[in-house]
């Protein structure tokens, strides 16, 4: 696509020779410019006619039309749903931020009271099997490593 001042040279290179006054060569640029503009217009009228032809693509679906699946609610989500209600119930002063804020604490202590339990209750725990057998690992010697490339000690020359 050409710029309007290429077209507009070109629409110069090609004006007629009986224009000889300066009223006459602004007429004729005058009339370029007011026909460039509806051109202009017009290929963008059908371009917005050519989008609105396109069906857009809905949400939650993917390129062939068929339902994307949805990921499951995280456990902090759930939480969230839940105790937001709760909260509202009992502080109805409290903004969105708040609540939020209150929510987040609770979950924190939560998270802390079931690493605890996790941690006490060692046969309920899926993750002590896995603990126990990294520390078992974990005593036996690891291979040493081989250390890095060695510098060149400079020869001895004798002279």
């Known amino acids: 696509m050409t710029t309007a001042n ?12 009986a224009l000889n006054t300066k009223k006459d060569v602004d ?53 969230v749903k839940g105790k937001y209600a709760e909260i509202k119930d009992a502080n109805p002063e409290m903004d969105k931020t708040e609540i939020f804020a ?8 939560f998270k802390v009271d079931k690493a605890e339990e996790a941690k006490n209750d060692k046969k309920t725990n899926p993750t002590y099997e896995i603990e126990e057998i990294q520390e078992a690992h974990s ?14 000690k400079p020869e001895d020359t004798e002279a």
């Open 139 to 152: 005593d036996e010697e690891e291979p040493k490593k081989k250390s890095g490339r060695k510098p060149k």
């Open 27 to 79: 007429e004729y640029c005058k009339q370029f410019w007011k026909d460039y503009k509806e051109k202009a217009k017009e290929a963008k009228a059908a371009d917005k006619a050519a989008k609105a032809d396109k069906p857009k693509r809905k949400k939650g679906f993917d390129k062939d039309g068929n339902p994307k699946e949805k990921r499951p609610p995280s456990a902090y989500n759930i939480f």
């Open 6 to 17: 290429a077209h507009f040279k070109v629409y110069i290179e090609n004006m007629p020779e």
């Open 102 to 109: 209150e929510i987040a604490r609770i979950w924190q202590e």
